[in-house]
């Protein structure tokens, strides 16, 4: 059974910097197009970043490019995300996913061609 889950929330100041990693169990997350998303109170879920795992070309959500960093940590099996320069609208739940497929579709930041979530991690920017 595919199972995910996400883990590096918590609190940190604007400007500050995390590091979530997504750990996968009963599969390997290497073959797998992995993305991840995050949904803020009274807002929609928002895609934000997409690795592709037959070129690993990634994609970002314009409200993250140049902030956050999807990529593979290859010896700990995880997909993680480092995210810099917070700031206190990128306070939501982050959900990571991974998708059969071996390219990350046209649509992806809309979701449903994932096919495995997370139960997602809190991550709180504040003074």
């Known amino acids: 059974q595919v199972q995910l889950v996400e883990s590096g929330g918590g609190l940190v100041q604007p400007g500050g910097s995390l590091r979530l990693s997504c750990i996968p169990s009963?599969?390997?997350?290497?073959?797998?197009?992995m993305g991840w998303f995050r949904q803020a109170p009274g807002k929609e879920r928002e895609g934000i970043s997409c690795?592709?795992?037959?070129?690993?070309?990634?994609h970002y959500a314009d409200s993250v490019k140049g902030r956050f960093i999807i990529a593979r940590d290859f010896a700990a099996g995880t997909v993680d995300l480092q995210m810099n320069s917070l700031r206190p609208e990128d306070t939501a739940v982050y959900y990571c996913?991974?998708?059969?497929?071996?390219?990350?579709?046209?649509?992806?930041?809309?979701?449903?061609?994932?096919?495995?979530w997370g139960p997602g991690t809190q991550v709180t920017v504040s003074a």
């Open positions: 009963g599969f390997n997350v290497d073959i797998y197009t």
């Open positions: 996913a991974a998708d059969l497929g071996r390219t990350c579709d046209s649509s992806w930041y809309l979701g449903p061609e994932f096919d495995a």
């Open positions: 690795l592709s795992s037959r070129d690993g070309i990634t």
